[in-house]
């Protein structure tokens, strides 16, 4: 697939640090604030925010079959009603602009006046309203590890997972922006040595380090989206720290699964890197054995190749990197998740969102949950001030980055952060 935005090629007039996660061949999209004016959509390339609605104004997107609406708004979904079609034409206009060898924007100094802005002088807020929420569990090595710790190794895949991509319906109005802090959650727990239950604030708070992707809207009710058309359906991804309350959990999920354990928050990056700006970075997945069933059978590369950290930073303390993973070692692809998902006609909407699962790859090191890093909590991770976790403390913050990198290419998500509040 060619997709003239992402020609590695390109240079913009821009300027984009070494390190960024931003350059040309990114154009993610997301809603900003100013704290004078209404949200808005908007891009980013290296540290300079772009606003869209204010370029659809001054007339450099006429054509495309937008209007001012779509961007003159408070979430990305108006805009993304015009589908995988519609958002690649906008990417490539952008890409078109802000190229260095082009002077059609670049020196008009009035207009780039009022269009660009710095990262630090804008709010970055929720960009899609969720409708729905599916949460996958889809690394094997993340089942295996949890397999291990609950059972024993033998026994540690339950026999349907290689065989469906299994997942659960979330909660979708917990699920908030990078950056908002929140307070421990509070339920019934059994501790071990307890004959009933407790009430009480967790204390095995814990993160899970994934990605989310969006998708625009489905088919209708009673027809299903297969692996070959899925990338059609899915506009963007993001990264996604979907908290668990591994007490409440462990108490509450047996016989219907998640529940107050999951629902208190989970958190999710601001800047939504479409699927058309990761093409480059597709990688094949695993041998998948068992064959799957002919609905889940897919052709090509369909795994994608994302570099993921996750870091925990103390109150005045410095950041510590507890884990190093890949999205490229899940076993289920999103393909696969949502031509199951769809199978028996169930409909997708515009703006739905779609967790990985807990993406940890084959070694210590590269986990993506406390869960498995302390190793239920035998296995305290020593941090750099001397103190240790076994689950997350209070005024934690914890840090999720991730980014893809390839032929001098850098496309990344930013960040996903949030600070853990003691309990109300």
Not at 371 to 391: A, H, V
Request: aromatic share 10%.
């Amino acid at each position: 697939m060619s997709i003239k935005a992402n020609n590695p090629a390109y240079k913009s007039w821009v300027e984009v640090p070494s390190d960024s996660d931003f350059p040309i061949q990114n154009i993610p999209f997301g809603i900003i604030s100013t704290g004078d004016d209404s949200p808005r959509v908007a891009t980013r390339i290296g540290d300079t925010v772009i606003d869209l609605k204010v370029i659809f104004e001054f007339g450099y997107l006429e054509g495309l079959g937008f209007n001012v609406e779509d961007f003159a708004s408070a979430t990305l979904n108006k805009m993304m009603r015009h589908g995988k079609e519609g958002t690649r034409i906008l990417r490539d206009r952008i890409s078109v602009l802000f190229q260095e060898s082009n002077d059609e924007l670049k020196n008009n100094k009035s207009h780039l006046e009022k269009l660009l802005l710095d990262i630090d002088d804008v709010e970055l807020l929720m960009p899609i309203s969720i409708g729905d929420y599916t949460d996958f569990y889809s690394s094997e090595q993340h089942a295996f590890n949890v397999g291990c710790l609950f059972r024993d190794p033998n026994n540690a895949l339950l026999p349907n997972w290689k065989h469906i991509p299994v997942g659960y319906h979330g909660r979708a109005s917990s699920i908030i922006a990078s950056g908002i802090d929140f307070h421990r959650p509070k339920g019934q727990k059994k501790p071990p040595t307890a004959e009933i239950p407790v009430f009480g604030e967790s204390s095995l708070l814990d993160f899970e380090l994934e990605t989310a992707f969006f998708t625009y809207e489905g088919k209708p009710l009673g027809d299903h989206i297969t692996t070959e058309e899925a990338d059609e359906y899915i506009f963007g991804m993001a990264l996604l720290n979907d908290w668990s309350a591994r007490d409440i959990q462990g108490w509450e999920y047996v016989p219907l699964g998640p529940f107050l354990g999951k629902n208190f928050a989970s958190h999710i990056s601001c800047w939504i890197v479409t699927l058309d700006a990761l093409e480059p970075f597709r990688v094949s997945g695993p041998n998948q054995d068992p064959v799957v069933l002919p609905y889940l059978e897919y052709t090509g590369d369909k795994h994608i190749d994302i570099n993921l950290e996750v870091l925990i930073k103390p109150e005045d303390g410095q950041e510590n990197s507890v884990a190093k993973s890949n999205y490229k070692h899940m076993y289920w692809n999103m393909n696969q998740q949502l031509a199951h998902h769809t199978v028996n006609g169930c409909n997708m909407r515009l703006g739905d969102c779609y967790g990985s699962g807990t993406i940890s790859g084959p070694q210590e090191g590269q986990f993506g949950s406390m869960l498995e890093i302390s190793w239920k909590g035998t296995k305290p991770f020593k941090m750099n001030d001397g103190t240790e976790r076994k689950f997350i403390n209070d005024n934690d913050t914890v840090i999720m980055r991730g980014f893809s990198e390839k032929n001098g290419v850098r496309i990344g998500f930013g960040e996903v952060k949030a600070k853990v509040l003691p309990t109300k």
